[in-house]
């Protein structure tokens, strides 16, 4: 009882003080519940959105992909129809369309559009909004592609039919399945179907069977090639939860860094009971009963932390969820505008609460030792009166040299391992013991040094306040550099991250050296090329350019593993090959052969299923495939396909962008048409990256923002401390709004120390990485969200500043020297 009491105390004494420490907690709390909630939103929506068998299927036959010639589902579903148990039979038809953009364009992309069967019963996906499509020209969208372009039900769009020419369309009905990778899903009829593309895909064959009817049964009328499955089989074959794993990971990160925050505030709220700590153990308290009433005001303290986090836990992830919708995080996983729960289950709120006390205990126990350690005489003495502690200073600064000793050696040994699996590993451990060195041992040399150097350019610009506030940091170092490691942490797996994504894109475009054709002019929908486009191809900078003719059908060739290797043939004219390539180009009984197929020059190689029949045609030279067009092999037969695509070679002088922009406005009759040059590829690629690492930045800023309260925490305790200093400057004649100023300067500094300490070990442990792993490119951080998150973190210092900064404002000047 004596032990519960003396835990309650502090509450009932100073219940604000006692409550600092689980600020850090709740934070990460709501971080945990907030991704367990939005979690199960994703997967809500995902399940929701998925391809479901209907409820009369019984059985399902689909490729086996197990085979080596794969079955054809057509002739199945023909042989279905009669066989014994099978009531009716359903081929799941998708065919690929041309969704056209707000310019009237067709995307990179073609479209996925699912066949509607215009039977309720049989339909595979659930609509959020509107209906299914019952008209020529009606469609349903997914919801992804109706965020991103503003549709609802009701609302018009253009598509390109089969001929390539526009016609609108009217939304019927948005679906709960989402888009990926940037490929936009639809929903039409058969009739529209056929005008679209009439050629149409079974993808699998739905059968709807008499009780009993197993698919053991059924698979020796399908034969070989095919597999039949149970509708149930296929169901649980589905997967969700990528976005929640992701927010998980990162939230847990999160709690980590939370811990680094409440150990330095409870390390700190033990410092200012030093003297009731003294008293205690003056009267006979033992230090055993002293830490185990510390843990139990820190269990209470994580509980009502974890409570609280727990509530804001469903409002956190409405906010996050709006994040990743703005900046395109939930687009790149398939869903948008998730709808997670405001308030948690009772379920999360134990969750949180069991998580928040033991991290709460956790953090605790050092400082709560540390604190009944300390003797009764040595407590006893005022700040005034104190003397530094010189052998453990020295002690902080031997371990200090001594870690980055090894820092160093271990980041030889990642240079002495390039190219080997130890060489991150080595890194890794380095940059632990670096931080652990430079700011957690020197922290109390370090950080003060970094505050003055920072204070010392403010001061010059803003005056007194700034000084003040530098010189705050060395009053009492240990705490200063106890709230800057955490946000030294996540800001340097911020940069680290940044920094290194941004050399593997470098790393990756540099390294694509593969040649390519200037420009490539083609169908999005493999359509033959008008003569419009022939003739709008032939610009002034053109040095040459050669028209390719593909065949549609399957062509094969000897020589594969597995039977003969499927390949593009492409026909083209000799001359102008010739001048594209700037090599001589044989006729039509000689090929230009991708590099990547297994033949070799002057070999002779047959090509079965070409118009006209079988053609001999010996190997005149290896060509790479992307200058082919992606081709496998092109026959100098201009007559061989009509024109599928150009392949334009531009004079050096020449700007693709401008080249490109000029073709495709002379193009406005032929939407599907794309014209895509060599740097688009790049350009891609490096969209992809940049999204990625906008992602992760996204996710990183959990971390940030549980770091950045331990600012307003330390920045609280510490005008408590200060009430004499505080009243003394307003005696002195220092305003009200001067004394916030120099508090929120103080929190401004203290967020600088963090995000460049730890910006400059991420640069430089990036850039150590890449040496390990043999990237020889000098790696680039993309400066712009770098300096944007930069800011929002000084600002969110600034915010969590504003409290103790007021509170600072308040002390009179009587009552303030008085209470010193």
């Keep these: 009882m004596t032990v519960l009491r003396l835990g309650l105390s502090e509450y009932r004494s100073h219940p604000g003080r006692a409550l600092l420490p689980g600020l850090a907690l709740l934070v990460g709390v709501a971080c945990l519940v907030a991704s367990l ?54 081929p799941v038809r998708t065919t690929e369309v041309d969704l056209l953009d707000a310019n009237g364009r067709a995307g990179q992309q073609r479209s996925e559009a699912a066949i509607d069967p215009g039977d309720d019963s049989l339909r595979r996906y659930t609509l959020a909004q509107g209906k299914a499509p019952a008209a020529d020209g009606e469609i349903a969208v997914d919801r992804v592609t109706a965020y991103q372009r503003g549709l609802h039900p009701g609302s018009t769009v253009a598509m390109a039919d089969a001929a390539g020419h526009p016609f609108e369309v009217t939304v019927s009905g948005i679906t709960q399945r989402g888009s990926m990778g940037g490929e936009s899903f639809l929903i039409v009829g058969p009739q529209l179907a056929g005008k679209l593309n009439p050629k149409a895909t079974t993808t699998e064959v739905d059968l709807q069977v008499d009780p009993g009817t197993t698919a053991a049964a059924v698979q020796p009328v399908v034969g070989a090639g095919l597999r039949v499955f149970s509708a149930d089989h296929k169901a649980d074959r589905s997967g969700a939860g990528t976005l929640g794993t992701l927010l998980m990971l990162f939230s847990l990160l999160a709690l980590a860094t939370s811990v680094f925050v409440a150990g330095a505030t409870f390390r700190a709220v033990y410092l200012q009971r030093q003297r009731q700590t003294a008293l205690l153990r003056c009267v006979g308290a033992d230090r055993g009963p002293l830490v185990a009433a510390n843990l139990v005001e820190a269990l209470l303290t994580g509980a009502l932390a974890g409570v609280a986090g727990a509530l804001l836990g469903g409002p956190f992830a409405q906010l996050l969820g709006w994040v990743l919708d703005v900046t395109g995080v939930s687009p790149m996983m398939g869903a948008v505008q998730l709808e997670p729960a405001l308030l948690p289950s009772p379920g999360h709120v134990i969750v949180g609460v069991i998580v928040a006390c033991v991290l709460s205990g956790a953090a605790a126990l050092r400082p709560a030792i540390a604190a009944a350690r300390v003797s009764p005489l040595a407590a006893l003495r005022t700040a005034e009166h104190a003397t530094p502690d010189t052998k453990l200073a020295r002690r902080r600064v031997v371990r200090g040299l001594l870690l980055l000793g090894v820092a160093g050696v271990l980041a030889l040994g990642a240079l002495a391992t390039t190219r080997s699996v130890a060489s991150p590993f080595f890194a890794l451990f380095s940059a632990i013991a670096c931080t652990a060195g430079l700011f957690g041992s020197l922290g109390p040399t370090v950080v003060p040094a970094l505050g003055r150097v920072f204070g010392s350019v403010a001061g010059r610009l803003f005056g007194t306040h700034a000084r003040l506030a530098s010189a705050e940091l060395g009053r009492v170092p240990a705490r200063a550099a106890a709230v800057a490691m955490p946000l030294v942490l996540a800001s340097a797996i911020v940069a680290f991250t940044v920094v290194t994504t941004s050399s593997m894109r470098d790393f990756a475009i540099k390294t694509d050296s593969r040649p390519r054709p200037d420009v490539v002019v083609s169908d999005t929908g493999d359509r033959p090329l008008p003569g419009q486009v022939l003739n709008a191809v032939r610009q002034p900078q053109v040095r040459a350019s050669a028209v390719l003719g593909q065949v549609t059908q399957e062509v094969t060739m000897p020589g594969g593993r597995r039977g003969p290797n499927r390949v593009t043939v492409a026909g083209g004219d000799p001359a102008a090959l010739a001048d594209y390539l700037g090599k001589p180009v044989p006729g039509a009984d000689s090929a230009l052969v991708s590099s990547w197929l297994p033949v070799a020059e002057g ?58 922009d000029a073709v495709t406005a002379a193009l406005a009759g032929a939407p599907t048409v794309q014209v895509k040059t060599a740097a688009d590829h790049s350009a891609e690629l490096q969209r992809n990256m940049d999204l990625a690492t906008v992602a992760l930045m996204v996710l990183l800023s959990l971390s940030v923002a549980v770091a950045v309260t331990g600012i307003g925490t330390a920045l609280t305790i510490s005008v408590r401390e200060r009430r004499k200093e505080l009243a003394l400057r307003r005696a002195l004649g220092v305003t009200r709004g001067g004394v916030l100023l120099g508090i929120i300067a103080e929190a401004v500094l203290l967020s600088l120390v963090g995000l460049v300490g730890g910006g400059v070990l991420g640069l430089e442990y990036g850039e150590l990485l890449m040496a390990g792993v043999g990237v020889y490119v000098l790696p680039s951080a993309q400066l712009a969200p770098l300096l944007v998150g930069g800011a929002v973190v000084v600002a969110l210092a600034v915010l969590t500043s504003v409290f103790p900064a007021r509170l600072a404002a308040r002390v009179r000047p009587a009552a303030g020297l008085a209470s010193g």
Excluded: C, F, H, W
Aim: glycine content about 14%; aromatic content about 0%.
């Design 603 to 660: 070999d002779r190689i047959t090509l079965d299923g070409l118009p006209g029949g079988s053609r001999t045609v010996t190997v005149a030279a290896l060509v790479p495939n992307e200058l082919l067009g992606g081709n496998g092999v092109v026959l100098g037969d201009p007559n061989l396909a009509p024109a599928s695509s150009v392949l334009v070679a531009l004079r050096p002088d020449a700007d693709p962008a401008a080249y490109r």
């Design 37 to 90: 909630v939005l979690g199960d939103a994703m997967v809500r929506a995902v399940s929701d959105g998925s391809e479901r068998t209907p409820a009369l299927i019984g059985l399902t036959v689909e490729r086996d992909t197990r085979a080596d010639q794969p079955g054809d589902l057509g002739a199945a579903a023909a042989k279905l129809g009669g066989t014994p148990g099978v009531r009716r039979v359903v």
